[in-house]
């Protein structure tokens, strides 16, 4: 049977060529979300300024909050503290092991962007191409000339040293002597790590091992994992790049499956007159079986090889991708190896293996005269296997529905509301003849009205064929759901964080600087001419380890950090309770539900874990109204900053006072401090929601290539059944119609393909987007431009008509009395 599946794909070209791209685009799809998560998964750095170190040990980046099985990444840097360096030392095995001061420290030629101690250049090592070892007042970096002054700006003041040497492959940093460097520092009483020689001969994992027993709030890096301790940022985003993998690629594989599937089942349906006549004439149903299971593993495997190339090549665009945009560290290498093309492989060949039984089973089963009527007259809808998954499906998206319209809250709902397309969209369409012929019923009166004798022939042809209508419009709802609704979910998304952020702000004014601002420049800020208020405003995350912690039950808590401030303060809150003119030391504001659900009112203690680890005990002095699902924790702006990597204030609010303008003489004041600029309250809404624009872009890079794989599925879909009626156009031809109204008639029924795909996908849709809305904001309906939907609706039409028309146009060339035979 195996020569007999060869000869078949050699006169069935289109049927296959369909399953065959496919295939190589699905596993190409699959294989670069795979390198995407095993780039995660590894997060190989490789070491360079720490390259020359045996190991690394930095702090533990993880925290275990009470009653909580899972640890909480720490958002901020951990580090060693001071006193661990002597009992590092101690350790058997060690050489040496040198602590490693890391902070901010900004120029522009040569260009700088961090500070470190001189003691850690041996760590790379750094040799000097000119010049000595700095002293106090001194600096080495990578250009210049030995002797010249250079400024640089350091915890947002410009502060000028001599260049005492010149270290050409140190390029972006800057080593101060050590005296120096723990004047510099924010946290001289922690190290960002410490890098240690291990003695000739000693067994390296013996002494990580020692190294590991030695506390427990450390951590012992080796290999390429040295480089994590350099770029801490690296492992912080590494999570979000294996959630933004794990997600995707789960959507993207079964969709690949659905497609792959219902591909060489249309294949299979074409042909079931073929099977009833080789049943016809003896044919065994093993035989059958058989040669249906070849022809798709003909097909898939050399598919697989050849999605090998592209899916490399995708892999690598979408992490370059992902790095630009903040959202996985351009440190990390990319690494592809053999398993995600295993499991891109595998799921396009049990896809078409899977389809090729199901197939296989059917036309084997069948009795050949039935088979005959049935190829002619398809009017089996789908079998029992059939009917029952596709109520699961749609139970298992009704079940997410009622989870986020009851369970979930704010953003915390896109994650039931995003799997949940899934599920309505595979649910709707192994039902497709169900609902095709109810959307049906509802466009045929006006089509018909509008298209008269076209639109009666185009309707009876598809109310018969409610098979074909059905595999011709599901493609087109999955493509016009699982896009409109990923979509409008971000949008909607982006909509309710922005409102919910911009509802309390009463800035007019901000500034900022990536290099800090300092304490200084906050008090002239505050007696500029026309300024009511002035405020360091500091971001992080922390953890709260009370028993109760409603609503940071799962999640780390957001931090705001603000300065103590009276009723006309900057602070984005609404108060409910107590005063903020008292925020300083260990106090906290928290949410009004926070402090229903816990218990903790006014006066009470709370406690936290800041975002380096640091446990605090807090005092709360107010209560303020906070949107759900959006809410965060108040602190003063000295605490917060004091924790974060960089020990940084990056922004001061400003609020002026009724109708004054405070913008001239602010950038007046900013020209005078390098490094800082002045911007409106819509910077600091666009920061606020910055993250969220990226996950949005990432969405909208990702949904676009899962829609264009779709259109593949489309395109095939359309051109395969159109193709199929070339004796179905002759025999029109010859009764009398002509090519132009064989056209008319195919334009009609793609209105009504898309009609119903269009219909049936927004459909699906808003049944995952109508209780998302109302999850994460006040609205009832999803937010977002209109252009989006009508965009994926042409989108959706053009492929539609295009799929019909120009294969039919070209069919429509030949004479009808040519003999025909259908691919």
């Known amino acids: 049977m195996m020569r007999l599946a060869v000869r078949t794909l050699r006169h069935r070209k289109s049927g296959f060529i369909a399953t065959f791209i496919a295939v190589v685009f699905g596993t190409a799809i699959v294989m670069a979300c795979g390198g ?20 690394v040990v930095t702090g533990n980046q993880s925290h275990h909050r009470p009653g909580v099985e899972d640890a909480t990444p720490l958002s901020e840097r951990v580090g060693v503290p001071v006193e661990a360096l002597a009992k590092i030392r101690a350790v058997e095995g060690v050489s040496s092991a040198v602590g490693d001061y890391s902070f901010t420290a900004v120029a522009q030629q040569p260009a700088v962007a961090e500070g470190h101690n001189w003691s850690t250049a041996a760590l790379a090592p750094y040799q000097l191409s000119t010049g000595r070892a700095p002293r106090s007042g001194e600096v080495v970096v990578s250009s210049g000339t030995v002797g010249e002054q250079l400024t640089l700006l350091i915890n947002g003041e410009p502060k000028t040293f001599t260049i005492s040497g010149l270290a050409p492959a140190a390029a972006g940093h800057a080593f101060f002597s050590d005296r120096d460097t723990t004047t510099l520092v924010r946290n001289p009483d922690r190290f960002a790590a410490v890098g240690v020689q291990v003695a000739p001969g000693t067994d390296l994992d013996a002494v990580k091992d020692r190294l590991d027993a030695l506390d427990g709030n450390l951590t012992v890096r080796a290999g390429v994992d040295r480089g994590l301790a350099e770029h801490p940022e690296a492992e912080s985003r590494r999570t979000a790049l294996i959630a933004i993998a794990g997600s995707f690629g789960g959507i993207a594989t079964m969709t690949m499956m659905f497609v792959v599937a219902s591909t060489l089942a249309l294949a299979a349906q074409h042909r079931e007159r073929e099977f009833a006549l080789l049943r016809g004439i003896g044919t065994t149903p093993g035989q059958v079986r058989r040669m249906i299971l070849g022809e798709a593993m003909l097909v898939s495997l050399p598919a697989v090889v050849l999605g090998i190339l592209p899916g490399t090549l995708l892999g690598r665009f979408l992490f370059d991708q992902l790095g630009s945009h903040g959202v996985a560290s351009p440190v990390i290498e990319f690494a592809q190896g053999w398993i995600p093309f295993a499991a891109g492989a595998g799921a396009a060949v049990l896809a078409a293996i899977g389809a090729a039984l199901i197939a296989a089973r059917r036309s084997a089963k069948i009795r050949p005269v039935e088979a005959l009527m049935e190829a002619s007259l398809q009017r089996k809808w789908f079998s029992w296997i059939r009917l029952l998954f596709g109520l699961l499906f749609l139970g298992g998206g009704m079940a997410l529905l009622i989870v986020t319209a009851t369970v979930m809250s704010g953003p915390l709902a896109a994650s039931t509301a995003g799997p949940s397309i899934l599920c309505w969209a595979i649910g709707v369409a192994l039902l497709g003849p169900f609902w095709t012929k109810l959307v049906l019923g509802f466009w045929r009166w006006p089509v018909q009205a509008l298209t008269r004798v076209n639109g009666r022939l185009a309707i009876r042809n598809l109310s018969a064929r409610s098979v074909v209508l059905s595999s011709a419009a599901m493609p087109v709802m999955l493509a016009v759901g699982i896009s409109t609704a990923n979509l409008y979910m971000q949008t909607t998304q982006v909509h309710a964080s922005s409102e919910a952020f911009t509802r309390d702000l009463r800035a007019d004014a901000v500034l900022v600087s990536d290099a800090g601002l300092s304490q200084r420049l906050l008090d002239e800020v505050k007696v500029v001419p026309g300024v009511a208020s002035a405020s360091a405003y500091v971001r992080s995350m922390a953890a709260v380890d009370d028993p109760v912690k409603a609503p940071f039950d799962e999640e780390g808590a957001p931090v705001v950090g603000v300065d103590a401030q009276g009723a006309d303060g900057t602070a984005p809150v609404r108060l409910t309770g107590g005063s903020l003119a008292g925020l300083t030391g260990s106090t906290a504001a928290i949410p009004e539900y926070m402090a229903r659900k816990t218990g903790r009112g006014l006066g009470s203690e709370i406690a936290m874990t800041l975002g380096d680890g640091t446990p605090v005990k807090l005092r709360v002095i107010a209560t303020f109204a906070a949107e759900r699902g959006y809410e965060s924790i108040i602190l003063p702006a000295a605490l917060v900053a004091a924790h974060t990597t960089d020990g940084l204030t990056k922004q001061i609010l400003v609020r002026a006072e009724p109708g004054a303008d405070v913008r001239p003489a602010l950038t007046k004041l900013a020209a ?23 996950q949005a872009w990432i969405n909208y890079m990702l949904v676009g290539m899962l829609i264009a794989y779709t259109a593949v599925s489309v395109v095939n879909t359309l051109v395969s059944t159109t193709l199929r009626r070339r004796r179905e156009f002759a025999l029109q031809r010859l009764t009398g119609s002509t090519r ?49 939907y009508l965009v994926v609706v042409g989108a959706a039409a053009l492929l539609t008509f295009g799929s019909t028309l120009i294969p039919a146009t070209t069919a429509l060339r030949h004479s009808p009395t040519q003999p025909t035979h259908n691919d």
Request: net charge negative.
């Open 36 to 55: 995407l998560m095993e780039t995660g998964i590894r997060s190989n750095v490789q070491p360079q300024r720490l390259a020359a170190t045996s190991l």
């Open 672 to 694: 005078t401090h390098p490094g800082v600029q002045v911007a409106d309250r819509d910077t600091l809404v666009a920061s606020n929601v910055e993250d969220l624009q990226t």
């Open 740 to 788: 132009f109204q064989v056209l008319r008639m195919l334009a009609t029924e793609s209105t009504l393909v898309t009609l119903t795909g269009v219909t049936l996908g927004t459909a699906v849709a808003m049944a995952c987007l109508l209780p998302f809305a109302a999850k994460v904001s006040d609205d009832a309906l999803p937010t977002g431009p209109i252009w989006i």
